[in-house]
């Protein structure tokens, strides 16, 4: 009789009991002299004493606000300095920071203001073409609960400056009334699909799975870690800030968002030896104009992490970029992220097919979505996960919390996955992802894959659009390479015989870009909408494909 797909982490390694204040001060007290924060394109660097300072100073500031313990405070910035001095001093207080997606307009700005309750608003004056201030301007009105705001570009000194009406005893009391399963941070998820939802999540959730994370990366003190993605994600929050700050290990921001020139510099002249990114962040580089006369030799390991990870891309990424070490995360918001990572001692082939094993401390399952019964290994079912990762629950919504989290605790990721005879999962799609072509299930992934073995192929999108006649039929989006000509009817040549035919696309799609979040998740509901509308498919779009 075949294994079961269920799996317990290890637990050797205990759980952390601490707050993130309390963890933070640890390593302060362990590594006060060395670099805790470098901003490149603010100038800004910090040592972890110099941090702990600025921590403190916001922490009495808000204080002086009225700030209480659950709170919302909340941030929209994109990456810069005093966004991680706004982190960890919240923490230290007690109050709940509300991370704001930077991409938010209007409508969404007000939309995560009033779920939330937002007290405190701190927030960028501008970034990129939209103007935070006269958009914060726009809804305020609207948003009773939202009493104070500071603009980071000309409020924060004067801010910092209030520091000085509060006792340093005050801070002192405050931290000592807090418990690490207290609530401490509301992040909205990144509407890969509906409506956004608050996962909110504990110190318990965050430092925990921050720090296991750097525990497989093998961080110590030593370790400069390049962080292009935006802390707003859990990417940059937890795996970034807390598995660096948890090791004594080195944050290196350099940008404000993501650019790939920037990186670059930063890896070169940081000596970063580690680096994160999703793939199109990655690709992005290999592909740059400067990566040649880039020096990456500092690179150990990393994380490729978001969405799925193409295996010519992460072989490029291990000999090309020199990251040898590098590994794949899987989990999501909800999951504080991380539930399954690979190791860095894990065969190249491990690492390049799959999500690696389970976390420490915490469980998997792969259930049918159909009977919830568990299923052997190898067979495809939705993943499953429970543990101390799992999220408190989103924000004032029991009936979204209910649907996602069962009575026993488990969250339903609503990933479909196969676990094989060692424990490592391989993510093959999404169940609203999955196309069921004439009654044969089609999961993107797998034709995505083959895709990017074509030479002229950079990325690959796979979809399913409606078909009266199948449900579905096959559509992908391709962008081709610098110079690269191929047409639609040579990409299906080059399928046939490769794969089973009906999993070629019957349509093709040529494109530059794919709609994406902010984090670098590909849209494929809007890739659907787009298709749905420009292939005139609409008669036959009763058919649910997203």
Not at 122 to 141: E, M, N, P, T, W
Not at 318 to 330: A, F, K, L, S, W
Request: aromatic residues 8%; proline residues 4%.
């Amino acid at each position: 009789m075949a294994a079961s797909s269920y799996v317990h982490g290890a637990t050797d390694a205990p759980l952390l009991g601490e707050t993130v204040g309390e963890n933070l001060r640890a390593t302060v007290e362990r590594y006060p002299e060395r670099d805790a924060l470098v901003v490149c394109d603010q100038g800004f660097r910090a040592s972890y004493r110099q941090l702990w300072d600025l921590t403190t100073r916001l922490a009495l500031a808000l204080l002086a606000h009225g700030i209480a313990r659950g709170d919302r405070v909340g941030i929209w910035a994109p990456n810069r300095y005093e966004w991680v001095v706004t982190q960890y001093a919240t923490a230290r207080i007690g109050a709940i920071l509300v991370n704001v997606n930077p991409a938010y307009r209007a409508h969404e700005l007000e939309y995560a203001l009033k779920q939330s309750g937002i007290r405190f608003l701190l927030h960028a004056r501008r970034f990129r073409s939209a103007d935070y201030a006269a958009i914060v301007g726009s809804v305020r009105a609207g948003c009773p609960a939202l009493t104070e705001t500071v603009v980071l570009d000309d409020g924060w000194d004067a801010l910092l400056e209030e520091s000085a009406a509060v006792d340093d005893a005050a801070l002192a009391e405050r931290e000592a009334s807090l418990r690490f399963d207290d609530p401490i941070n509301i992040q909205y998820t990144s509407g890969t699909t509906g409506a956004p939802k608050g996962a909110t999540l504990s110190h318990h959730n965050i430092l925990n799975n921050g720090y296991f994370c750097g525990e497989i990366l093998g961080y110590t003190e030593a370790d400069r870690v390049a962080v292009p993605v935006p802390f707003y994600h859990c990417f940059g929050m937890v795996i970034g800030n807390l598995a660096c700050t948890s090791h004594g290990s080195c944050i290196v921001v350099p940008s404000e968002g993501f650019d790939p020139a920037a990186t670059l510099a930063a890896v070169e002249k940081e000596r970063c030896t580690s680096i994160y990114g999703v793939p199109t962040m990655f690709i992005a580089q290999l592909n740059h104009a400067d990566f040649a006369r880039t020096d990456c030799s500092s690179l150990r390991t990393g994380v490729m992490a978001g969405s799925p990870c193409p295996i010519e891309v992460m072989k490029q990424v291990r000999e090309r970029m020199n990251v040898r070490e590098i590994t794949i995360c899987y989990g999501m918001t909800e999951t504080s992220p991380v539930s399954t990572q690979t190791r860095v001692d894990d065969s190249v082939e491990k690492r390049v097919s799959s999500v690696g094993r389970i976390h420490p401390h915490a469980e998997i399952k792969v259930i049918d979505p159909e009977t919830g019964r568990v299923v052997p290994r190898g067979t495809s079912g939705e993943l499953c996960t429970r543990g101390y990762c799992v999220m408190l629950g989103y924000w004032d919504d029991p009936k979204a919390t209910a649907a996602a989290i069962d009575e026993a605790r488990w969250m339903h990721t609503g990933d479909l996955a196969t676990m094989d005879g060692d424990g490592y999962v391989r993510i093959v799609g999404r169940i609203k992802d999955m196309i069921i072509r004439g009654g044969e299930n089609v999961y993107p992934r797998e034709v995505e894959e083959f895709l990017y073995t074509h030479p002229d192929i950079e990325d690959a999108q796979v979809i399913g659009v409606p078909s009266a006649r199948y449900g579905e039929e096959v559509m992908a989006w391709v962008r081709l390479k610098a110079g690269a000509a191929v047409t639609g009817e040579q990409l299906r040549a080059f399928c046939h015989g490769e794969i089973a035919t009906y999993k070629i696309p019957r349509y093709w799609k040529f494109v530059d870009s794919f709609p994406l979040t902010v984090t670098g998740k590909v849209q494929k509901y809007k890739m659907r909408e787009i298709s749905t509308a420009e292939l005139k498919l609409t008669a036959a779009a009763g058919i649910e494909t997203a």
